[in-house]
């Protein structure tokens, strides 16, 4: 194939349009282009007046193609190569079933991977299925009352099923091309393959995570919902079985390997995990708030007046600011067209998250404003007292929104002004649980809420705006990623031989993707090793 990169493309253009370009570039006859692939699709918006689509894509002629790309003297011009995985050589020689613990995106990976070399993996999600799940989390929106076992951070699919099922990521690796890909498969939608912001949304990817459950099933694998890690047993340094809940009843499992794929809040297994003697640090994450605009204010700022047209999405943005000698700030998880929600998994505890559907037509759009913490911030030098600073906070918050799960909120102004909010204005906050105006800067550390003011402020002048003194922020958004990493060794394995700390919670991935991957590498790892 020949990739073909930096095609400009109106917004009113079609696929023929598309089709007479790569010709023209190639300098052939459209009759000479058997398939035009999009390999990236992405908004050039740097000028307001001058919105356009940038496309790179592959495409198959009838002609030599390294003869054609040789006459070509462009550097958008280049020959590529259809991604292609290759299952690593497996050495694994155990009759035992391998045992991942966790049913998120790294778990997930894991045991598909697993299942198809032939490994029926045993699957533990101390959350429920989907679907129970998805009526738990709405029952919970709706009454405040919690199930501390299924909820938006415990379940199948993990935490990120209930967030836009955004797919963008910072890390290189050629297995992200396999996630796109087996995402697809499994009734992601298409253009995931090629969006330059891509996300499959909440609504899709709950069917996506039973589509690749069911496959694992098929492979013989197994997947036990409900069921939590209580125990492991090891011997010599060496793994030989788990113990898990279920039902209030207690079940032993023989094992020689076990993944531990339990996302960034499962708080208890960790701790388990720390007094059997597996080593692990503390690690520096971000806490912060959620922001607010209108979704049609964001599109105005980004889009100008090409705001509303039908070819347009949701617009998006990404923000950051690095102050010398100072703590930075970024927005995280951008949700355009979408729903703040209470994500909290213990009680009297509130959490945010975003997150948004397919569509993103809701009317607000919403992003995390973050600020590093560092182990020096943490309460105590235990190596879990990361979690106990994120406690305090979370605590903090059901306290100011006045219980019931009802998260303190503040005016933009307001907070900026350093003023306690008495009411809100015409944005509307889509706070699931309700709100309740506050004083954010009683809520986090003041170092975060320092950092957070300045940085809204410089925010404005890359997305006019921004600092909307009517803008809602609500608090705390304080499970950006896990403040712990579980140490282990260029084999993937802790201290004790055959445990794979994998993914968010074991500290090696920050997002969908990356964990994905790291489930990927780590199921490799397992085939890879000859015991």
Do not use: W
Not at 264 to 280: C, F, P, W, Y
Not at 351 to 378: C, H, Q, W
Not at 391 to 417: M, T, W
Not at 499 to 520: K, N, R
Request: glycine share 8%.
């Amino acid at each position: 194939m020949i990739r073909i990169n930096e095609i400009r493309q109106e917004l009113d253009g079609s696929k023929d349009d598309l089709l007479k370009k790569c010709a023209k570039i190639l300098k052939i006859k459209t009759e000479q282009i058997s398939e035009v692939i999009i390999a990236k699709k992405s908004i050039d918006s740097r000028k307001k007046d001058d919105i356009f689509f940038s496309y790179a894509v592959d495409v198959k002629v009838t002609t030599d193609e390294e003869k054609l790309v040789s006459k070509i003297a462009s550097n958008k011009v280049s020959l590529s190569k259809e991604y292609v995985y290759t299952m690593p050589e497996i050495r694994r020689k155990s009759n035992l079933r391998p045992i991942v613990v966790g049913f998120g995106p790294a778990g997930i990976f894991a045991s598909l991977t697993l299942a198809r070399a032939g490994f029926k993996p045993i699957v533990l999600e101390r959350g429920e299925d989907v679907d129970t799940r998805t009526a738990d989390i709405k029952g919970f929106f709706k009454t405040k009352k919690l199930n501390t076992e299924s909820n938006v951070q415990f379940g199948e699919g993990g935490a990120g099923t209930f967030s836009d099922g955004k797919l963008t990521t910072g890390i290189k690796n050629p297995l992200c091309r396999k996630v796109f890909i087996e995402f697809f498969e499994h009734g992601a939608p298409e253009d995931i393959l090629y969006s330059g912001t891509p996300h499959i949304g909440t609504d899709k990817l709950v069917d996506v995570v039973k589509n690749m459950r069911k496959e694992i099933i098929s492979l013989g694998g197994e997947v036990i919902f409900g069921a939590k890690l209580c125990d492991i047993v090891a011997y010599n340094g060496f793994i030989q079985g788990v113990s898990y809940t279920k039902n209030g009843k207690n079940f032993d499992l023989e094992a020689d390997t076990l993944i531990i794929a339990v996302g960034h809040s499962a708080r208890d297994t960790v701790k388990m995990l720390h007094e059997k003697g597996i080593a692990m640090m503390q690690k520096p994450f971000s806490v912060g708030a959620r922001i607010e605009h209108p979704r049609e204010f964001i599109d105005k700022a980004q889009y100008g007046n090409f705001a509303g047209h039908s070819a347009l999405p949701a617009a998006v943005y990404k923000l950051a600011c690095h102050f010398e000698h100072e703590r930075g700030a970024y927005t995280f998880c951008m949700c355009p067209g979408g729903t703040v929600i209470s994500a909290t998994s213990e009680e009297n505890a509130v959490v945010t998250n975003g997150m948004s559907e397919y569509a993103r037509d809701k009317e607000n759009s919403n992003s995390a404003i973050l600020v590093n913490v560092y182990p020096e911030d943490f309460p105590s030098e235990d190596v879990l007292s990361g979690f106990e600073l994120q406690r305090q906070i979370e605590h903090k918050g059901y306290e100011l929104g006045s219980g019931g799960y009802s998260a303190p909120c503040q005016l933009v102004g307001d907070f900026l002004n350093d003023t306690v909010s008495k009411k809100l204005s015409f944005v509307k906050p889509s706070f699931t649980t309700g709100v309740t105006p506050s004083d954010l800067r009683k809520l986090l550390p003041k170092k975060v809420t320092d950092t957070m003011a300045y940085a809204i402020v410089q925010m404005d002048k890359k997305l006019k705006g921004f600092a909307l003194a009517d803008a809602v922020l609500t608090g705390p958004e304080s499970r950006s990623s896990s403040p712990v990493r579980i140490i282990r060794d260029d084999v993937y394995q802790t201290c004790i031989r055959g445990i794979y700390p994998c993914g968010e919670g074991a500290g090696y991935a920050g997002g969908i993707v990356s964990a994905a991957v790291d489930g990927i590498k780590c199921a490799h790892a397992v085939l890879k090793d000859e015991h």
